[in-house]
């Protein structure tokens, strides 16, 4: 971003005009003096017939991206915005009419349509003089006044520590039905920032801290990267100013090299490239300055190379991997710094190449490979793609794979739903922090060739809930790479997740769950659920998750994927001393005949059934559980756990699991332990027609060469 808005720099002021990194080669567009914009605003608004002279660089900005766009609604806007905010003065000076002056600007060389630029002069109106919504909508239109409108809002939004959770709800609320709102939110809070140097220390400080927070995070979500990285910078200025000023000498003195490694490399890339005729700008990106702070932290002493990277910019996808199968051949690759974010972008819509080669000193350059549109949409984000109401152009359909709503980033779109669910605004708030402070995404696959994007930390029961929603709450286990896995499984990028639901219709969540959620669509689902069923969970009169039903993350009963019904314990020919109960049998303990049993009631009026012997059972007592008279009635269908210990051989699992079909068993899960000394250990579920066919399946087993031992699961005990 260039800093044609911003203040001279005056004593303890952060301006975006520092050193830029390794002496940036490009011609930059001269600099504007705000005291001159100041000067021609308070001369009045130009004739009708011209534009005036004030906005002439915002009209510059705006056709070098739109040339064919229709410049009298910003003409409008600025003669209704000069006459409005006449007479007011910012802290630093200059008349207030050259602050929307400067965040249409910035906005402007980023490639906003008309009505965005023509709502970010209007942006103050409402605000701060006489003017209304209703004459904004009157004059130019419901889009924008309802711009102006949501930006109005956020100007009232306290983001520090007291903020009203609920009214930040309502704006984001707002902002998610047209981003543009937070667009012109960010480039305000950029130019304010520019000039934050006529504020106290303390204000700067303060201000400093919501714009890490939360807008800098937003802004990386917005893939809007010129504005977030210059805010860093700005930030990082103000909180951190002794290494802020390290970090500038640094700067300097490798500006200052008489060499530079990554012209040369520059240099022979264009060589490469200009061999294989292949049409590309390659251009030198320096670091801003958090980043050379990032990574002087990670590498310790800085080489002339890690003040920057390379930019090769083609003009169709197909050339970037050209360019990248062309480096790759003909310079040395450092094949580990590889990333396609092309076939699979990120979840701000950022596409690019990342790859990295060595010089021939050997210092390792970075080198970032895309077309001139995903540069576009790298730098600017969500503010480059459009008016959201407007209708693509006929050669755009779906076939080129961009979003039905360009406006709306995936992640954008989870959270307006999670936040409809929220129990509570302090809730929404919470968690909404938390999910900004997740600053990197992983992509994982589902069966069916979709993806799913998720935070890095992300688990089985988070990909459940963001595939499902709220019918996650039936899931009862998950494929990895297709092994089975637990829910609570980390997921990393790339994996393939396959999702395995029950049918039950009193299948639940575990509290269990809220352990291995990350995201806020899974955690306020999971809470949701559990504040509408206060009979669930382990309070006094309630039953114990694990004693209802399987844990689907507990590897011992991971379902089987071809059983639909493998979360659910099926009861035998129980018999209850309550009338017309619903009996099943519990997960924990599979009790089948002739174990002694006993029953304890939960919610709905069922009945599980457990051992006697189980932990549940001492648990619920303990807890002054009632218990209700069950036994064993005629029929014997039966759902019971056993565990087989066996020695390493090829084909082993092949033969132990078809002589459990030859005896009629129909395993509903199963686990294999890795090998530990040439000994593994497999745990089955198995549905028994008969319960008095049990020895013979056990048997059965042990028959099976390579197989020394079978027996049913033990129940576990209270400390174990």
């Given at each position: 971003?260039?800093?044609?808005?911003?203040?001279?720099?005056?004593?303890?002021?952060?301006?975006?005009?520092?050193?830029?990194?390794?002496?940036?080669?490009?011609?930059?567009?001269?600099?504007?003096?705000?005291?001159?914009?100041?000067?021609?605003?308070?001369?009045?608004?130009?004739?009708?017939?011209?534009?005036?002279?004030?906005?002439?660089?915002?009209?510059?900005?705006?056709?070098?991206?739109?040339?064919?766009?229709?410049?009298?609604?910003?003409?409008?806007?600025?003669?209704?915005?000069?006459?409005?905010?006449?007479?007011q003065m910012r802290k630093s000076g200059e008349p207030y009419?050259?602050?929307?002056?400067?965040?249409?600007?910035?906005?402007?060389?980023?490639?906003?349509?008309?009505?965005?630029?023509?709502?970010?002069l209007l942006h103050d109106t409402v605000e701060d003089t006489?003017?209304?919504?209703?004459?904004?909508?009157?004059?130019?239109?419901?889009?924008?006044?309802?711009?102006?409108?949501?930006?109005?809002?956020?100007?009232?939004?306290?983001?520090?520590?007291?903020?009203?959770?609920?009214?930040?709800?309502?704006?984001?609320?707002?902002?998610?039905?047209?981003?543009?709102?937070?667009?012109?939110?960010?480039?305000?809070?950029?130019?304010?920032?520019?000039?934050?140097?006529?504020?106290?220390?303390?204000?700067?400080?303060?201000?400093?801290?919501?714009?890490?927070?939360?807008?800098?995070?937003?802004?990386?979500?917005?893939?809007?990267?010129?504005?977030?990285?210059?805010?860093?910078?700005?930030?990082?200025?103000?909180?951190?100013?002794?290494?802020?000023?390290?970090?500038?000498?640094?700067?300097?003195?490798?500006?200052?090299?008489?060499?530079?490694?990554?012209?040369?490399?520059?240099?022979?890339?264009?060589?490469?490239?200009?061999?294989?005729?292949?049409?590309?700008?390659?251009?030198?990106?320096?670091r801003h300055f958090v980043s050379v702070h990032r990574v002087?932290?990670?590498?310790?002493?800085?080489?002339?190379?890690?003040?920057?990277?390379?930019?090769?910019?083609?003009?169709?996808?197909?050339?970037?991997?050209?360019?990248?199968?062309?480096?790759?051949?003909?310079?040395?690759?450092?094949?580990?710094?590889?990333?396609?974010?092309?076939?699979?972008?990120?979840?701000?819509?950022?596409?690019?190449?990342?790859?990295?080669?060595?010089?021939?000193?050997?210092?390792?350059?970075?080198?970032?490979?895309?077309?001139?549109?995903?540069?576009?949409?790298?730098?600017?984000?969500?503010?480059?793609?459009?008016?959201?109401?407007?209708?693509?152009?006929?050669?755009?359909?779906?076939?080129?794979?961009?979003?039905?709503?360009?406006?709306?980033?995936?992640?954008?779109?989870?959270?307006?739903?999670?936040?409809?669910?929220?129990?509570?605004?302090?809730?929404?708030?919470?968690?909404?922090?938390?999910?900004?402070?997740?600053?990197?995404?992983?992509?994982?696959?589902?069966?069916?060739?979709?993806?799913?994007?998720?935070?890095?930390?992300?688990?089985?029961?988070?990909?459940?809930?963001?595939?499902?929603?709220?019918?996650?709450?039936?899931?009862?286990?998950?494929?990895?790479?297709?092994?089975?896995?637990?829910?609570?499984?980390?997921?990393?990028?790339?994996?393939?997740?396959?999702?395995?639901?029950?049918?039950?219709?009193?299948?639940?969540?575990?509290?269990?769950?809220?352990?291995?959620?990350?995201?806020?669509?899974?955690?306020?689902?999971?809470?949701?659920?559990?504040?509408?069923?206060?009979?669930?969970?382990?309070?006094?009169?309630?039953?114990?998750?694990?004693?209802?039903?399987?844990?689907?993350?507990?590897?011992?009963?991971?379902?089987?994927?071809?059983?639909?019904?493998?979360?659910?314990?099926?009861?035998?020919?129980?018999?209850?001393?309550?009338?017309?109960?619903?009996?099943?049998?519990?997960?924990?303990?599979?009790?089948?005949?002739?174990?002694?049993?006993?029953?304890?009631?939960?919610?709905?009026?069922?009945?599980?059934?457990?051992?006697?012997?189980?932990?549940?059972?001492?648990?619920?007592?303990?807890?002054?559980?009632?218990?209700?008279?069950?036994?064993?009635?005629?029929?014997?269908?039966?759902?019971?756990?056993?565990?087989?210990?066996?020695?390493?051989?090829?084909?082993?699992?092949?033969?132990?699991?078809?002589?459990?079909?030859?005896?009629?068993?129909?395993?509903?899960?199963?686990?294999?332990?890795?090998?530990?000394?040439?000994?593994?250990?497999?745990?089955?579920?198995?549905?028994?027609?008969?319960?008095?066919?049990?020895?013979?399946?056990?048997?059965?087993?042990?028959?099976?060469?390579?197989?020394?031992?079978?027996?049913?699961?033990?129940?576990?005990?209270?400390?174990?």
């Amino acid at each position: 971003m260039n800093a044609e808005a911003a203040n001279p720099a005056t004593p303890g002021s952060v301006t975006s005009g520092h050193v830029t990194p390794t002496g940036s080669r490009r011609k930059a567009r001269p600099r504007l003096d705000l005291r001159r914009l100041g000067r021609a605003a308070l001369l009045g608004p130009a004739a009708r017939d011209r534009l005036p002279d004030a906005i002439g660089h915002v009209v510059d900005a705006h056709r070098a991206h739109h040339p064919d766009a229709d410049l009298e609604p910003l003409r409008h806007a600025y003669v209704l915005a000069e006459s409005s905010h006449r007479g007011q003065m910012r802290k630093s000076g200059e008349p207030y009419i050259t602050h929307p002056l400067a965040v249409t600007l910035i906005l402007a060389e980023l490639g906003a349509e008309t009505t965005t630029l023509t709502a970010s002069l209007l942006h103050d109106t409402v605000e701060d003089t006489d003017v209304t919504l209703d004459q904004v909508g009157e004059q130019f239109g419901e889009e924008v006044r309802y711009l102006v409108d949501g930006v109005t809002k956020l100007e009232k939004v306290d983001y520090g520590a007291a903020a009203e959770p609920e009214t930040f709800r309502k704006m984001l609320v707002a902002t998610g039905n047209d981003v543009r709102v937070m667009s012109i939110k960010l480039a305000d809070r950029l130019h304010n920032m520019r000039t934050l140097g006529v504020m106290r220390p303390e204000k700067q400080e303060r201000i400093a801290k919501v714009t890490r927070d939360v807008l800098i995070p937003l802004a990386e979500r917005l893939g809007v990267q010129a504005l977030k990285t210059e805010l860093e910078d700005l930030v990082f200025a103000i909180l951190h100013p002794q290494e802020y000023e390290h970090t500038r000498e640094l700067i300097i003195r490798n500006a200052a090299r008489a060499d530079d490694p990554l012209a040369e490399v520059a240099g022979d890339v264009r060589k490469v490239l200009r061999e294989a005729d292949i049409t590309a700008e390659v251009l030198i990106r320096p670091r801003h300055f958090v980043s050379v702070h990032r990574v002087s932290r990670r590498r310790g002493a800085l080489r002339g190379a890690d003040f920057g990277r390379l930019l090769v910019l083609v003009n169709e996808d197909a050339d970037c991997y050209g360019v990248l199968g062309e480096l790759h051949t003909c310079m040395t690759p450092v094949v580990s710094e590889f990333k396609d974010f092309i076939a699979v972008p990120k979840f701000n819509l950022y596409q690019s190449l990342h790859t990295a080669v060595a010089g021939a000193d050997g210092q390792v350059v970075e080198v970032l490979i895309r077309t001139h549109r995903m540069h576009k949409a790298a730098e600017a984000g969500v503010v480059a793609l459009g008016n959201p109401y407007t209708a693509p152009p006929e050669e755009q359909s779906a076939s080129d794979g961009e979003r039905v709503d360009p406006t709306r980033p995936g992640w954008l779109s989870r959270l307006l739903d999670w936040q409809r669910a929220a129990p509570d605004p302090d809730t929404f708030w919470s968690t909404l922090r938390e999910d900004l402070a997740q600053d990197r995404e992983i992509t994982v696959f589902r069966p069916d060739g979709g993806t799913l994007g998720l935070p890095e930390g992300a688990t089985c029961v988070d990909a459940a809930y963001a595939q499902y929603g709220e019918d996650a709450h039936a899931c009862i286990g998950a494929r990895v790479n297709g092994r089975l896995a637990t829910l609570s499984t980390v997921l990393k990028d790339g994996d393939t997740v396959q999702l395995l639901m029950g049918q039950d219709a009193a299948s639940e969540p575990s509290r269990e769950w809220l352990e291995h959620a990350h995201t806020p669509a899974a955690r306020i689902a999971i809470q949701r659920w559990l504040a509408a069923h206060p009979a669930q969970g382990e309070a006094p009169g309630t039953e114990p998750e694990e004693a209802a039903r399987p844990l689907a993350g507990d590897p011992a009963r991971s379902p089987a994927p071809d059983a639909p019904d493998a979360g659910r314990p099926t009861a035998a020919q129980v018999l209850a001393d309550r009338a017309g109960a619903t009996v099943r049998l519990a997960g924990c303990c599979t009790p089948v005949p002739p174990d002694e049993v006993t029953g304890f009631a939960v919610r709905g009026g069922a009945v599980t059934v457990h051992r006697v012997e189980c932990a549940a059972v001492a648990r619920m007592k303990s807890a002054g559980r009632a218990e209700v008279g069950v036994r064993w009635g005629e029929g014997a269908e039966c759902r019971v756990t056993l565990v087989a210990e066996s020695f390493v051989r090829p084909h082993l699992l092949a033969d132990l699991t078809e002589a459990m079909a030859l005896e009629g068993a129909e395993i509903v899960s199963a686990t294999v332990e890795p090998p530990d000394r040439q000994q593994v250990r497999h745990t089955y579920t198995v549905q028994l027609p008969d319960a008095a066919h049990l020895p013979v399946l056990m048997r059965a087993m042990r028959n099976v060469a390579g197989v020394y031992d079978v027996s049913r699961a033990q129940p576990q005990t209270p400390g174990v």
